[in-house]
């Protein structure tokens, strides 16, 4: 891990530990804030490592048009409840480029679509959900899983996704903190959180292959690997003994 990177998450960890240690003296509900400010220490580290990444401008800019698309596909749906198109497009990106470029596609997603849709408390947390969305994906690139695995992915993160924002709104406006009444908000939106499992599994079945290959062309072509620049003078004075011995 980068010193920077580790620096950020001592200060993120000395500070929930301040938190929790205020609740604990004086009887206050922290866990709240302690999970916002994890969560927007979170994005952060990937946000950085994506500034710091080898990446080229052509691929951020890909990105950066996957991103508004991905937006601009909520707004259509909105009214159909929790029909999401974003994650499937956010999953074949991550599928595609990686942890990093999944996540900073899923957290953009939230934060521009809200522009149109709304914002509010639950952007960080949408934001946090569908990046994670995003750099999970990648792994299944790593275990080479095809289109039906693919598909259950994205029914398995319609129901987590749901979970996750269940579980903020249980943090910061549910009181007390119990076993039963985080059971009672999770059960609350299983409807919801099965429309967008099937929304998914549709999208997935029908665009994702496609998807997934469109972006493969686009990386193959944009890609650049970086190799050791230091053996280059080596060659190079190879070939120019090799051009005296030829004299």
């Avoid at 990686?98 to 809200?114: K, R, W, Y």
């Avoid at 946090?128 to 259950?152: C, D, E, M, N, P």
């Avoid at 994205?154 to 903190?177: A, C, E, K, S």
Wanted: proline share 3%.
């Amino acid at each position: 891990m980068k010193k920077t990177h580790s620096i950020l998450l001592f200060a993120v960890l000395a500070i929930s530990v301040i938190f929790i240690v205020l609740g604990i003296n004086q009887s206050y509900d922290v866990w709240g804030i302690v999970t916002l400010v994890m969560m927007i220490a979170t994005m952060g580290i990937m946000y950085f490592q994506f500034e710091k990444g080898k990446i080229t401008s052509k691929e951020i800019s890909l990105i950066a048009i996957l991103s508004g698309f991905s937006s601009v596909s909520r707004i259509p749906f909105a009214a159909i409840p929790s029909i999401q198109p974003c994650t499937y497009i956010i999953i074949c990106t991550g599928y595609v480029f990686g942890p990093v470029a999944g996540f900073m596609v899923g957290a953009t997603t939230a934060l521009i679509s809200n522009m149109f849709l709304g914002q509010g408390p639950w952007t960080i947390f949408q934001m946090f959900a569908w990046g994670l969305v995003g750099a999970t994906a990648s792994v299944l690139q790593k275990l080479h899983v095809k289109r039906f695995g693919i598909i259950v992915f994205g029914v398995v993160w319609g129901y987590l996704f749901g979970w996750i924002m269940n579980l903020w709104y249980w943090l910061l406006y549910i009181y007390p903190h119990t076993l039963q009444t985080l059971g009672f908000v999770m059960l609350s939106s299983v409807w919801f959180d099965t429309l967008h499992a099937i929304g998914n599994a549709i999208f997935l079945l029908i665009l994702g292959e496609k998807t997934i290959i469109i972006l493969k062309r686009y990386k193959n072509r944009f890609h650049i690997e970086y190799t050791n620049t230091k053996q280059k003078p080596a060659v190079i004075q190879q070939s120019h003994q090799a051009s005296d011995i030829a004299q």
